[in-house]
């Protein structure tokens, strides 16, 4: 069966430190891995999409890694701000006979206080 | 530019009624997709429409539900006869090149049954 779990649940950081969110899966076979940002109340806002030949993708303070050996990404955010209060959602996309398939984890809730 | 809306933005119904959903894409997008975010849960599937292609309703939890997309642009998703547990947000969400695009989300319509 097809699964993402992201640890942690939630996590609450000062204002300007760092932090890294996970994303493991058992998706197959694996197409490309997007993280998104999903402030309270909005749709989700895809940060990056990774390929399975990529390792890294930076957007901004976001950095996102990808280590398709053991199936595990990981979202590192640089100098939190208050703004980066949000859902951070990991989806992993398979495709089998041309049709590609979403599944989401149920996110890591992320507060930042100043 | 404009993005993905929905409307309304939220809905109480009382058990048993029927509601209807509505998602306007991205101008231009061929691809458009519902899914279901329950509290908790990671985004559920729900069905996926490509141009003029028979939609794939593979995530739909039952025959309640349905949906349609008039002349491959405005989208409605229908549920009939509501019950409690459909209580979820309902997003939208549009891609340019079907499923292997990128996929710009909607703010969702947030639907509680009574």
């Known amino acids: 069966k097809n699964q993402v779990e992201q640890s942690p649940q939630s996590l609450i950081i000062l204002e300007g430190k760092n932090c890294t969110l996970q994303c493991n899966y058992t998706v197959s076979p694996f197409s490309n891995l997007r993280w998104y940002k999903q402030d309270t109340g909005r749709g989700p806002v895809s940060l990056t999409i990774?390929?399975?030949?990529?390792n890294t993708k930076s957007n901004g303070r976001y950095t996102a890694t990808l280590d398709a050996d053991t199936k595990q990404s990981s979202l590192h955010i640089t100098a939190s701000q208050l703004s980066d209060s949000a859902s951070y959602i990991c989806?992993?996309?398979?495709?089998?006979?041309?049709?590609?398939?979403?599944?989401f984890g149920t996110g890591t809730r992320l507060t930042i206080i100043p | 530019g404009a993005g993905v809306s929905q409307s309304p933005s939220n809905k109480v119904t009382e058990k048993g009624k029927d509601v209807e959903l509505r998602c306007d894409p991205i101008s231009g997008h061929t691809a458009l997709y519902w899914y279901r975010q329950s509290l908790g849960q990671g985004l559920e599937f729900l069905i996926y429409f490509q141009g003029n292609s028979a939609p794939d309703k593979s995530g739909l939890p039952s025959d309640r539900f349905s949906a349609e997309r008039t002349g491959g642009s405005v989208s409605t998703l229908t549920i009939q006869r509501t019950q409690q547990e459909d209580s979820a947000v309902y997003l939208c969400?549009?891609?340019?090149?079907?499923?292997?695009?990128?996929?710009?989300f909607g703010p969702g319509t947030r639907l509680t049954v009574t």
């Open positions: 990774m390929t399975f030949s990529e």
């Open positions: 969400a549009s891609s340019l090149v079907g499923r292997v695009g990128e996929q710009y």
């Open positions: 989806v992993v996309s398979n495709t089998n006979f041309g049709n590609e398939k979403l599944t």
